[in-house]
Every structure is written in structure tokens, then in C-alpha cells.
């Protein structure tokens, strides 16, 4: 069989990853016959394990994942003998082709899930629509072969980690075509990445195979974000926690962790963060810090204006610029309604009508409100028709602006914008006593949500806390699928929660929340949850 020479170099520098095209659709065939003939075609690799190649449906397509350990003398006779090199690490490379097998199939149940992301349409629009048939193959080998294929292919006299020899074209039986994995490669650089050298291999099974279904991050810098969000995308879908290579490349060269698996922590403040004193814990406030030196990018996202957010992450050291949130760091305020990107820029604001802050302190005169307060959030300012012990309360205990008391709804209109109405009360039951009034008087005028059990928040119609942060991700260029694990409690989060790729709420979120979150916490927040979903899902 005939192979197109000259391959297409991918990356430079510490890793180095080709993708190459042929006119073939296996490269053990290739590598075998290229002396011997079509005898000879099994004699590069170790077919001793019956179960290697076995065939496996997903639906009505049969699928084959055949995984080979190849020999640069050819000869299968002695497993142990043939490369990659057992080395002082003592791999065993059938148990490691067994254990590739498992991932390769599991990548190829994923691949042609019903999953409707993206990413995941991305990739499927590379097979045939019809398809009874569906093969991959994977080569695990030495530096030395793969260095003799590197020289071959793309005269070059070096080993790299990982090639891929797409097939030419699909057709109802689709091979995809080659993924080479240089275990000695592999090896080396799962001891510096600080992982197993399984995790190794299906960091290079997955890029190797996003190659053959097309992707190429050499292209352009979107094809580079387009190929590490796929990456991160089908690591994250199996469960795997490590970080692709595209994006680990990127991340040595920027100085960040490569270990880490998201990018960005989006983070509540009322019942996530924060306790139930309103302040960060000393464990909790020790994984933000930890966090943050990897080079996560923590956003606040809150209800609270931007002055008592920078207030609460000042009980632990948390505010300004190198901490979580300050004048100068991204964020998501009042419910979304104030949105700050990199710099402190202003990035998109939204105001209440008129008529709904007017109709709502009207409201309050009524008697069924008796003992409940109610404010205007303005910004970084409050302001109220009457004084209340509840509203000295969210100042004191909640770090949010005093509430200045003024003469009417009419001076407050002329004198300041209004971006949501909070109303708050003594207990929770005096708060779900009047909120289906709330909700019948705004229906299709203002939204209604709940982050504290004390409170309730009206907001401009159209807007919510998820919207906020969307448009926050946006303007930090930021893949919320791939890049983000955002974490909360409230009614409020919850939508927050499903717009990204890891959505965690905490073990005292609402039900609504819960319901919706990729993973629920078995801590809550006077517990350091927070603490608990950076290990589990961030670092």
C-alpha cells in the first residue's frame, strides 16, 4: 500500500505532534508488508490476547478498536522483548494495550453518542451519515519506531509522543485510520505532568483521534481553541481529569499549571462561598489561593453589588487584584445585572423599569407586607422609603450597601438608577407567603428569584444571573462547555450551573439547583464545599 509522504508538523518545542495524510486506511499494513508481503501483514505486532480487536455494536454500528504493540524488528514472538522499552518504570505494555483498548472503545461509544453539544456535533459531522462500520486503530510503540516513521513520513530523525494516519475517506464502513503512541514518550511525560501513564495515553488517544476526525489546531489560532475544547470536551465526558494537549501545550507556555482541569472557577457568594456567618473559611480561602497560583481564573458571581462582594472576600484576604474579586478583576454582579470583564471594564448592564420599582413600593403599603423591607439596589448604592432593622441587617451581615432613606419613589426615579428591587423578611416562611403576590403582580414584567431563603430579588424581564456570566465568558473569550466549573446553592444558580461544562452545587443548594448540577456536593458551605469542588473538579 501506498503512503503519502511529508507530514504536517502540528507543534513545536516540548511536544511535538504530526498529523499525516495517506491514501490508506491502515498504517499496520503499511508498516508490515513494506518487505514481506501480505503474509506477513500481523507480524508488527502482539496478537496473543484473543480478546484484542473484538468487535462491539453501539446501536446498529459494529465497531472495531484494535490496539497493537509494535516492533521495530517486526517480530511479536516475545511481547516484553519488542518495544516500547520496559525501562526503569517496569511498564507492561500488554496490560497498558489492554487498558487502551478500554478507552479507545469507550472514546468511540462517546463518538457516536446522542450527545448534542458542539463539540460533539463537530466531530460527528466528519463520519458518514449512514454507517454500519466503524474501525480505528492504535499503534503503541518506542521512540525508536516512531522516530523510523518520523523519518519516513516527514524526514525527520526524532521521536515524538503521538501520530495520526487519517484515512483518506469514509464511506458506510468507516476507518478512521491510525493513532501511534510512542509509550517511551508517553512514560516520560506522564511523570512530568505528575499522572499515571494511562492518563497519558488517553490524553494522546483522544488528540491523535481528533486529528483523524479532521481537527488541526496548527491551522489558526480558533482552530487551536476549536481543537482544545474538543479535546477537553470528550476528557471531561468520560470522566477522565486531565487536560488535553493542545491546551496543556498552551498552558506551559503561558507558565500555567498543566494539571489543571478548568480554566475558569465561577463561584456564588450567599450560601456557596461564603458561611453562615458571611465569611470564607480558612480551608476554603486556602484552595481559592492554591487556585489562583495555578493559574485558574476565579469569577465572582453574585447577587450583591461589587462594593459587598469586594467587603466579603475581604474576610479572608481575598479582594483587590490578586485576589478574587476588586475593581480591577472580572465579575458578576446584582443577579448579572452588572457585569465587569478583565480590567474592571464594564461589560454589560441592564436597568429596572420605572413602573416596576414604582408599583413595588406600593405594594409594600399593604398589610400583608407588614414586617418585611424592601430596597433598591443602584449600583454600588441602596436606597429605601423606610428604615428597617432587616436592612441594617444585609449591611451588617451581609457586607451589602447601607440603604439610604429617601422621601419618595419619585426622588429615588430622578436621582438614581434602579437596577433590581430585594425584598426581605424576618424568616423564610414570611418570604414564601408573599411571593406568589410578587410573581402574579411582575408576571411578564420583571423576573422573581430567590438566592436566600430570607429574600426575594425582582429583576429587569430577560435577565438572570446565567445571562451575566455568559456574557462575562464571552468577552474573556472563554469555551463555558470546556473551560468552566461554576458552583452555587441558590434557585438563582441554577441555570448558571447548566450553561457550563461542570455545574456543582453544594449539599445545601435547593432542589431546583440540585437537579440540574452535573455533580452535588457532599459538603455544604459551612463545610468548605467550595473547598471540595475545586480538588475535585478544578485542580
Known amino acids: 500500500m501506498t503512503w503519502t509522504r511529508g507530514g504536517e508538523r502540528v507543534r513545536g518545542g516540548r511536544y511535538a505532534f504530526v498529523r499525516v495524510s495517506s491514501s490508506s486506511s491502515s498504517l499496520s499494513s503499511s508498516v508490515s508488508s513494506r518487505d514481506e508481503g501480505e503474509d506477513d501483514d500481523d507480524e508488527g505486532y502482539d496478537d496473543e490476547d484473543d480478546e484484542a480487536g473484538e468487535s462491539f455494536y453501539v446501536g446498529d454500528v459494529e465497531c472495531v478498536c484494535d490496539v497493537m504493540v509494535m516492533d521495530e524488528e517486526d517480530d511479536a514472538d516475545d511481547v516484553n522483548s519488542a518495544s516500547p522499552s520496559r525501562g526503569g518504570g517496569g511498564v507492561d505494555v500488554r496490560a497498558l494495550r489492554r487498558e487502551v483498548e478500554e478507552d479507545a472503545r469507550a472514546m468511540i461509544r462517546l463518538l457516536l453518542s446522542a450527545s448534542s453539544t458542539p463539540g460533539m456535533k463537530r ?12 474501525e480505528l486503530s492504535v499503534a503503541l510503540c518506542s521512540d525508536e519506531y516512531i522516530r523510523s516513521l518520523n523519518a519516513g513520513f516527514r524526514s525527520k ?3 515524538t509522543d503521538v501520530l495520526s494516519f487519517p484515512a483518506e475517506s469514509f464511506g458506510p464502513m468507516a476507518v478512521l485510520g491510525d493513532v501511534v503512541v510512542s509509550v517511551d514518550t508517553a512514560s516520560r511525560q506522564a511523570e512530568e505532568v505528575g499522572h499515571s501513564l494511562r492518563d497519558e495515553c488517553r490524553v494522546l488517544l483522544v488528540h491523535g483521534t481528533l486529528h483523524l476526525l479532521g481537527l488541526d489546531h496548527e ?8 481543537m482544545a475544547a474538543a479535546e477537553q470536551e470528550v476528557l471531561s465526558a468520560l470522566g477522565w481529569k486531565v487536560t488535553g494537549l493542545t491546551r496543556r501545550a498552551s498552558g506551559d507556555a503561558d507558565g500555567v499549571d498543566v494539571s489543571i482541569q478548568r480554566r475558569v472557577l465561577v463561584v456564588d457568594l450567599d450560601g456557596t462561598l461564603l458561611n453562615g456567618k458571611s465569611v470564607i473559611t480558612p480551608r476554603t480561602a486556602d484552595a481559592l489561593r ?6 485558574v481564573e476565579v469569577v465572582v458571581a453574585t447577587g450583591k453589588a461589587r462594593p459587598a462582594a469586594i467587603r466579603a472576600a475581604a474576610t479572608a484576604g481575598l479582594s483587590g487584584s490578586r485576589g478574587i474579586v476588586g475593581n480591577e478583576t472580572p465579575g458578576v454582579f446584582l443577579q448579572g445585572l452588572e457585569v465587569y470583564g478583565r ?3 464594564l461589560v454589560y448592564e441592564a436597568s429596572m423599569s420605572q413602573d416596576v420599582t414604582r408599583d413595588a413600593f406600593i405594594m409594600m403599603q399593604d398589610v400583608v407586607h407588614k414586617g418585611l423591607a424592601l430596597t433598591a439596589f443602584c449600583g454600588d448604592t ?26 419618595s419613589v419619585d426622588d429615588l426615579l430622578a436621582t438614581r438608577g434602579v437596577r433590581k428591587l430585594l425584598l426581605m423578611g424576618p424568616s423564610k416562611a414570611s418570604i414564601d407567603g408573599v411571593r406568589s403576590i410578587w410573581e402574579a403582580a411582575f408576571k411578564g414584567r420583571a423576573e422573581v428569584t430567590q438566592a436566600v ?10 435577565n438572570d444571573k446565567s445571562r451575566g456570566v455568559m456574557k462575562l465568558l464571552h468577552s474573556m473569550n472563554v469555551n463555558p462547555q470546556m473551560d468552566v466549573c461554576a458552583v452555587g446553592d441558590g434557585e438563582n444558580d441554577a441555570e448558571m450551573l447548566r450553561v457550563v461544562g461542570c455545574g456543582v452545587a453544594m449539599s ?23 473547598a471540595e469542588a475545586i480538588d475535585r473538579f478544578v485542580l
Not at 514 to 523: F, I, N, P, Q
Request: hydrophobic share 40%.
Open 123 to 134: 466531530m460527528r459531522a466528519a463520519l458518514p451519515r449512514s454507517m454500519s462500520h466503524l
Open 290 to 295: 492554591r487556585a489562583l497560583a495555578s493559574g
Open 157 to 159: 530523525d526524532s521521536a
Open 343 to 345: 480590567g474592571g471594564a
Open 382 to 407: 441602596c436606597a429605601t422609603l423606610a428604615s428597617s432593622s432587616l436592612l441594617d441587617e444585609l449591611h451588617h451581615t451581609f457586607h451589602e450597601p447601607v440603604s439610604e432613606v429617601v422621601p
Open 508 to 530: 445545601n443548594a435547593s432542589e431546583k439547583t440540585k437537579a440540574v448540577a452535573d455533580h452535588v456536593l457532599e459538603a455544604s458551605n459551612d463545610e468548605d464545599g467550595v
Open 219 to 226: 491551522l489558526s489560532e480558533a482552530d487551536a481553541e476549536v
Open 453 to 462: 431563603p430570607t429574600m426575594l430579588e425582582i429583576l429587569p424581564l430577560g
